[in-house]
């Protein structure tokens, strides 16, 4: 089975998402080669698939990288860009790098998640959006940089990012 | 491990006194045989040594005493001649009080943590205390993993959360129920104190909110339980 | 493209790729470094596409999506060669009369062009502008020349031509001396001589043996490698394959941190092309060399920057640095085996020195440190960006004649060097030469190239209680002084912020840094009170005042400070009540307005919306 099959019957959910969660795995590593120097990059991309890591995803890995399952927990738990806990369907991350400091980010940052009422790692209780930040995103000359599901938004202000998640939400 | 043998090859200066060690014996090992005991939590022999605590830091010299730099003497081997070490200095006193000072700020009810302070002469501690019952040495780690294969324990999270943990913060399916965290544990966090009265267990195991996440009796069950008196 | 099987079929394919370049009447060059395309750089370049390809011009004139150019600040750049005109700021809907006027009319568009500051002169050409006059862009110029996802462009720039003599003309040995000859040194930070780096690495006991790429850049401010490795990768490959060869290495590693994919994707896509053509593998060009690359990613993790934290990951553990003070991974590494790790721009460096010789390379900067370095000029500065100079200019001329000196006039106070690890230089300062030593010596340190301005609304007490946060949070955790130590400093900082410090707080302070700073098991924990200690040098004062006096000089700490309109300015215009998201503004229409210092939190909202300035800080 290809990976590209896998990831449609995920979409479609044609069969049980744990189930297919599994075959991912397999296909991901066999796609590293089992390699230990890519356990990073299998888990990001059993991530960006599955969504997040929960523990039995992260048990096969073990298993197939031959490798135990304290190291892979431990590797998992140290970090932040895997998650074992589902995430929002939109990721909101801020820059907290020194330049982007200098000019304000920290303010915004706070802002934002006052209006979201969650912290920075958390998730709005209706699933929409995760607050992240991130020290350092090398963007520094455009700072402050707020991230939006993967795109770069620089010279951010507390207003503008409002109207952002706002467009977001709808 | 080493052992002095009659064909020991490297001489190392301790605190003026003069020692022969094997090639790849650490300066804590070396220091044993002059009847130097360094400090240190997070050491037991038979475990490879860890290097965390930083209290059994030592200064040590690689150019005939005209530098000193600091090492842990636990995880440092002597590979070479001349190398010269001095365990009990200002400058590594001051180092051992402030670490004692911080360990005992960060675990105050962990025994270890009390004795060391006191050893170190710290008799007030300038931060908030937290009272953390895991001092993270990571001997319950590596007995687990170097002694008795049973990979039910390990370090996760990462910097001021970092924890022991079994996998998954659950009960580990490979435990052995082997008992070897417990004992080497140098905190003593298992809560069961024995019997307070006859007839009647301490209660702590019972009450799995008294319980620190990474005890180990919460892998194994307490052994209150498991050997009812 | 063929694969090729020798230094002269290399030669060849070089000049078809230069022959077939000619044909070009003018190539224009569009920007596709990050800020650029964050700023619709992307969209740019398509509009070209689509303006030459109506014109029926695209056989004429070449379109190049380079690199970063370092100009960050007027992005998105565009640049028409063979002239050498710069557009700054250029827009989607410029580009089609960039392709009438300027190329088929030969007429420049004043609009785009550089204005300078204070003249309000407009300038034509790159080469004239102050911002690039100032530099010697000897390693990070190619990135303005080339797509880096065309090995082509780098072969016809003379790509891969240092391999070459390195396999046809030099031993090992020789490659080595040449390093040294050089004076190079890690770029990464340390500034450890490379060639006595490989060189011992060379020696180490073992027939496998590794080099590394360290592009784990994580100081907050620094950019450098990440614009090398998106925007030149070939030229990290080509110093990697020579460094295999002089230490006699057939595997190696690049190390991509988690948050620059388009790095490991360019790094990527380069390993292949160079795969394609037989510039990494087996008998490469015809030698018996062999030699390939694998990229790994990381995880978000600034601790594994450091070499020994970087190979556990490499091994597929958790990125915590290995305490073994006795043994070098020169000799002992990855999985045991000796491992010589270097970073981006000293892998960078590597092919120029060995085609214009250690002799010329020495003839820049200083006796002890040779060479030019990249920074990234950001903060209060008009020109931020990345910036290349010759070791021994000063931290004036980068930051006045390369930066054009602070934006908004306000006074100059301190740049930061080296990141969370380095310290901050005050003004009093500003003529030091960067230089490692010099930098030292001052208390601060180079580090990987990061310079952050500040000004005088910085407030140096936050500055070091902003690194120690991101310390405390990078921090992997394992050793006491370092998890525990940086966490009570931290703590003590922020007391200190908040109007809490006692007498006792800078000396409790100042013995915390220093058990930290001797105790620590790696040098993430050892130069973590760094920020501390250089502001306390220099800026005692400010400490002092938060302490003492519980005031913030610089006027930012919340706790320490009021905001207060200033009646004789105030129009009454209510914009600042409006936007305040706590209501602590009052006052009636066309008077004077006050804030309530008890509902004030002092977000600075209402600041940004007086158009009179009549909100001040105390």
Redesign the interface.
Known sequence: MELNTVDLAIERREEEPQVMELDVVDLVVKRHKQ???????I??DIQDRVGYLP?DV??RVAGE?D?????????A??????NLKPQGRHTVTFC???????R?AG?IMT?VGNLLEIEPGETTEDGEFTLRA??????????P?MVLDGK???KM??ARAKVLLAECRS | MSVVVAQASLPVTIDGAQVSVDKGTTIMEAAKLCGINIPGVCYLEGLSPYGACRICSVEVSTDGGETFRVVASCTYEIHRESVIVRTDTPRIRRIRKMLAELLVASAPNVKIAQDIAARMGVNRVRFEMEDNRCILCGLC?RIC?EQMGG????????GTDRVV????ATK?E?CLACGGCDSVCPGKIIPCQGIKVPGELCGKCLRPEDMPFCCPMGTLGCFCERNPL | MARLRSAPELERLREDIVERNSRFKATITVCGG??C???GSEALKQAFEHELRKRGLDDEIRLVFSGCHGF??R?PLVVIRPEGILYCRVKEEDATSIVSKTLVKGKVIDFLLYEDPVTGEKITYEKDIPFYKAQRRIIFGQNGLIDPTAIEDYIAEGGYGSLCKVLTQMEPEEVIHEIKSSGLRGRGGAGFPTGVKWNSCRRAKGDIKYVVCNCD???????MD?SLMEGNPHLVLEGMLIGAYAIGAQEG?IYVR???PRAWENASIAINQARDLGLLGEDILGSSFSFDI?I???????VCGESTALMA???????EPRDKQHLHTTESGLWGRPTNLNNVETWANVPIIINKGAAWYSEIGTPLSKGTKIF?L???VKN??LVEVPMGVSLREIIYDIGGGAPDGKDFKAV?TG?PSGGCIPMELLDLPVDYDELTRAGSMMGSG?M?V?DES?CMVDVAR??LK?LM??S?GKCLPCREGVKRIYEVLTDIVEGRADGGSIELLEELAWVVKEASLCGLGKSAPNPVLSTLKYFRSEYEAHVEEKKCPAGVCTALITYFIDPEICTGCGACAKNC?HEAIEGQKREPHRIDPDICTR???CM?VCKFEAIGVE
């Open positions: 390699k230990p120097w890519a356990l990073i990059s888990l990001q523990s992260l048990k990288m490798m135990s399952i304290p190291q892979i927990y431990s590797v738990t140290f970090f932040k860009s895997l907290l790098g020194t330049a982007c400091h200098v304000g303010k802002e991130v020290n350092c995103l090398g963007a520094c000359a455009i700072g940089v770069y938004y620089g202000s507390a | 780690v993993e990979k039910a324990l390990g370090f996760a999270g990462r943990s079994p996998p998954f580990s490979t | 990050t800020g395309r964050a700023y960050c600040e992005g850049e994580g100081d907050p401010g620094a950019y990440r590693y988690h948050e620059y694998e790994a990613r990381g995880g978000g993790a600034f990951s490499l091994e597929g553990r958790a990125g990234s950001v903060g209060k931020t960006g930061q990141g990061g952050i500040m910085t902003y690194f991101f949070e990078e992997c998201p977000c600075g909202s940004e």
